[in-house]
């Protein structure tokens, strides 16, 4: 099957010069050799909120990403799933706080899986799935704590390049889990996101809806709908 960008170069050939052809060849062999940078940003979502999305934003734009994956997960492995909210509500809101962007994207890819989600099995998806992608996997500090305990994590980080989140309460510099060795180490304290300070965690939207307290500029609009006509976490 030929390429449909090369469908086009072969359209755009049509009727040009030598000079015009020679220009349109150039741009297309560029645009070929860069690799696709893509962001991940995994998590319950349970429920998404604004703070996700301005990750997103802020990484984009200071890694010069072209577009940025929300994977929901089915179930994490070192968390303890809680509130009532459905694997298919989860992803429904986060289709719906996304919307509208054209450079986000969901990916159900952990959820069609089931099962416990590991980031390993995820990147190695993604990677054999698109071999010419370059893969950022969006972490927040306070989890490079405790990456001894995911699974095969010297394998993951060969897999993508790491983007640290520096949250509110923790050091610039991230504290990284001992246990790993040096190199793995060096490779996580590469790559930190210096974005907007923003201190939502999803445990406290689920708190508050549950107390009858607004999440109102906490969540999308659309996502803050959602959870009321479907009475979720109350």
């Known amino acids: 099957m030929v390429p ?3 469908l086009t170069l072969a359209l755009a050939l049509q009727g040009k010069g030598l000079r015009t052809r020679a220009v349109l060849i150039r741009i297309y062999l560029n645009m070929a050799r860069k690799r696709r940078q893509i962001g991940i940003l995994g998590g319950t979502f349970n429920p998404i909120h604004l703070g996700h999305l301005l990750i997103a934003q802020d990484a984009m734009e200071q890694f010069g990403l072209d577009r940025v994956k929300f994977i929901p997960s089915a179930t994490p492995p070192h968390k303890k799933y809680e509130g009532n909210a459905t ?9 719906l706080a996304i919307r509208g962007n054209a450079r986000f994207e969901v990916d159900d890819i952990e959820l069609r899986r089931s099962g416990t989600s590991y980031s390993v099995d995820t990147l190695t998806s993604l990677r054999r799935r698109d071999p010419q992608a370059q ?21 993951l980080v060969r897999l993508c390049t790491f983007v640290t989140v520096a949250r509110p309460g ?48 906490l969540v999308p609009d659309a996502v803050l709908q959602y959870i009321n006509r479907h009475k979720l976490y109350c």
């Open 4 to 6: 449909r960008c090369a």
């Open 170 to 217: 923790f050091a610039l510099r991230p504290v990284v889990d001992p246990k790993l060795d040096a190199a793995t180490r060096r490779r996580l304290r590469q790559h930190v996101l210096r974005g907007h300070a923003c201190d939502i965690a999803s445990r406290d939207i689920r708190a508050r809806v549950a107390r009858g307290e607004s999440i109102r500029y």
């Open 87 to 95: 694997a298919a509500q989860r992803l429904t809101m986060v289709r």
């Open 135 to 155: 893969f950022y996997f969006i972490i927040g500090a306070d989890s490079l704590r405790e990456l001894h305990r995911w699974r095969e994590v010297e394998r």
